[in-house]
């Protein structure tokens, strides 16, 4: 993008020649030390294999008579202390350009590898013919190239400069990474008249300072914006998180608007309404969603199938409205003639016609091609489009960063999401990936745009009802019925069709503690609804004979092990997807000859204000046993406030299914 800054532009080269010679006087930085090379662990993390010892970051404007460049340095300096791949990977470096119009560009790749040799230090330069450039798309090409010489001990030394002409969009200075980091600064110079916003996230927070300087020669004002850390730990994944690019120390620059000499400011930013109204005021929005020539036909068809509900005035046609079944079948037609091609995307690829023709296209084609099928029906119906959980959230309104669109419809007042873009979701039940933040809701017809909740999808639900005779030795066998709904049921679909049923039995069987299973069975596995199935298992070695008594776990290979929770401390939220709700009733059989001896106690555990719920009651009936089991969440987001007590919370839960009971021989 190109704006015509007539006199001011002299104004901005004479300050970037200014700033330019600052940053090369700052990168005179000393020599690789031999202090350096003989350091043997991170005082940050001392597990940590690899280390960034230095990252200086600087980012500032280029201005010609007809252009506007954003230049990006890059110096670092990383220390490695083992050679695992994961430790290995660190000496190998990607940069992503942007090639599909304007090209973004990089050079002056200078990289050395510094060793202690001898106690001396031995200097590697990085060979230009190891520099390597591939195409990943047709919007980015990378450059990369692996440093030589690496090991145990050794000092990488890199600096490189990015030119892009996209000098409205600044890549996000992060301050934190997988490996912890010693120095880290970044600097941004901004002639006068670039106004920014600016966004922390994450939980690290670096020294901010904002210096202005004058430039004698022409009497104008920039700014510099200057953020510097120190001992940065490491970033550490742990489960249950959207994405952990979220929560990665960082922050991100949003160009508001940019003052002209001649005529009114240049704005950029955007309110969620001014994104909307963009995306919108595409074609394909506008115009080629209402191409519904192609499969009028077969829509008619199906809307046969099913009359129009009637209102109380039974007499205004306008106040029919369609059946909801009607708009269910149109989704399944989607979901069994389209199939998507894996490509995320807000707009078109294929359009409609040839989507329809060649029956696959990405998540546009497919889903606004059903927002234009359930229009053509008569429903209320829209767009709505999202930034993935793979993909950043958008911290400020923004068309780029969202990259997928989902339908909307609307019956009697009620609103249902749909992506036939994987043919197992169902009717408000998405895929895991469409669940991340807000949507921005699209009606281009009607000129309505908002931010909206996608909101929190139903809970899970799973009833386990499971009958096991414990043997003299020590072994159960029985039968379990499980049936599952909502996403508990999307997903198990998705696993069961994603392989061989040979494997997914052995998994199964691996998961459950290496149970044997047999006779296995599934109800409605190629149906909406709750999935069901039954098997029967032999538990071996599920109890421990010591003397005339048998200990075993009641909850028996459904016990977890294992806390997912390790954290001493987590700074972003726990995030389950979805609530859910499990149940288990488990009646137990015990030997003839045994009585009951010992039983764990009842336990009834809560968490937070309705957050979560664990039951455990164990009732004696002679020969009988029975556990009933409830553990509920009903929250699916889970803050880091409160992470202490859901850790809490799964240690005793955790606790009480390690309890046993005993049986005692009374012959």
Same mark, same amino acid.
């Given at each position: ?52 010892? *230095? ?42 350009? *942007? ?33 390597? #450039? ?90 510099? *914006? ?131 023709? #060649? ?64 043919? *197992? ?175 764990? #106690? ?66």
């Amino acid at each position: 993008m190109k704006i015509n800054l007539p006199t001011y532009c002299l104004s901005l080269v004479l300050f970037i020649i200014a700033s330019s010679s600052i940053v090369a006087q700052e990168y005179e930085l000393r020599e690789v030390s031999k202090g350096e090379l003989l350091k043997t662990k991170s005082e940050i993390d001392t597990a940590a294999g690899a280390e960034v010892l *230095y990252l200086n970051k600087k980012v500032y404007y280029d201005i010609g008579s007809s252009f506007i460049n954003l230049v990006t340095e890059v110096h670092k300096r990383i220390k490695f202390y083992n050679t695992r791949p994961e430790d290995l990977k660190y000496a190998t470096q990607k940069i992503n350009l *942007y090639v599909k119009r304007d090209k973004e560009s990089v050079s002056k790749i200078r990289a050395y590898t510094y060793n202690l040799v001898d106690g001396e230090i031995e200097e590697t330069k990085l060979d230009r013919k190891q520099i390597f #450039e591939k195409e990943l798309s047709d919007r980015y090409e990378q450059v990369s190239f692996t440093m030589p010489k690496v090991k145990k001990g050794s000092v990488i030394d890199i600096y490189y400069k990015i030119r892009s002409p996209y000098f409205y969009n600044i890549d996000e200075f992060k301050f934190q990474f997988n490996i912890p980091a010693q120095k880290v600064v970044a600097k941004i110079y901004t002639p006068e008249g670039f106004i920014f916003n600016r966004i922390r996230k994450g939980s690290i927070k670096p020294r901010f300072t904002l210096e202005s300087t004058i430039d004698q020669r022409m009497g104008t004002k920039a700014d510099i *914006y200057k953020y510097e850390v120190n001992n940065v730990p490491p970033l550490k994944e742990e489960k249950y998180v959207d994405n952990i690019e979220n929560y990665r120390g960082g922050v991100l620059f949003e160009l508001v608007s940019v003052k002209q000499s001649y005529g009114p400011n240049k704005n950029y930013a955007k309110s969620w309404e001014d994104v909307a109204s963009t995306i919108a005021s595409s074609d394909d929005y506008k115009n080629d969603i209402n191409r519904t020539n192609i499969f009028e036909d077969d829509i008619d068809a199906i809307i046969k199938k099913f009359p129009s509900e009637e209102s109380e005035n039974s007499e205004d046609e306008e106040t029919q409205e369609p059946p909801l079944e009607l708009a269910k079948e149109i989704f399944r037609y989607v979901k069994k003639n389209l199939k998507w091609n894996d490509q995320k995307s807000k707009f078109f690829s294929n359009g409609i016609r040839r989507t329809y023709k #060649e029956k696959s296209g990405n998540s546009a084609d497919i889903n606004l091609t059903l927002v234009a099928m359930l229009r053509y029906a008569g429903f209320s119906s829209n767009p709505i489009v999202i930034s993935t959980r793979d993909n950043l959230k958008p911290f400020f309104p923004t068309v780029d960063r969202l990259n997928y669109v989902i339908a909307q419809v609307n019956h009697n007042d009620k609103e249902y999401f749909l992506d036939a873009t994987d043919k *197992y979701s169902e009717f408000n039940i998405l895929p895991i990936r469409a669940y991340n933040w807000n949507g921005v809701f699209v009606d281009a017809p009607n000129k309505l745009y908002k931010l909206i909740s996608l909101k929190t999808p139903e809970a899970s639900k799973e009833v386990n009802l499971v009958n096991a005779t414990i043997s003299q030795n020590g072994e159960i066998t029985g039968e379990v019925k499980t049936q599952k709904s909502n996403h508990s049921a999307y997903l198990y679909r998705k696993n069961y069709a994603s392989q061989a049923k040979e494997d997914f039995l052995r998994d199964k069987e691996s998961n459950l503690d290496n149970i044997l299973i047999s006779n296995y069975e599934v109800e409605n596995l190629d149906l909406e609804g709750p999935i069901v199935e039954k098997y029967s298992y032999t538990y071996e070695n599920a109890g421990e004979v010591v003397g005339n008594k048998i200990f075993f776990k009641p909850f028996m290979f459904f016990t977890n092990d294992e806390n997912p929770f390790k954290l001493e401390e987590r700074n972003f939220p726990v995030d389950f997807i979805y609530p859910f709700s499990d149940k288990y009733i488990v009646n137990i059989k015990i030997p003839e000859g045994y009585k009951v001896t010992s039983v764990p #106690e009842p336990m009834k555990l809560t968490f937070g204000e309705n957050i979560g719920m664990y039951q455990y009651l164990l009732s004696n009936r002679g020969k009988f046993l029975r556990l009933a089991v409830d553990f509920e969440m009903n929250h699916s987001i889970i803050g880091s406030d409160n992470y202490k007590f859901l850790k809490q919370f799964y240690n005793q839960m955790i606790k009480k299914q390690q309890e046993q009971i005993v049986l005692t021989k009374t012959e």
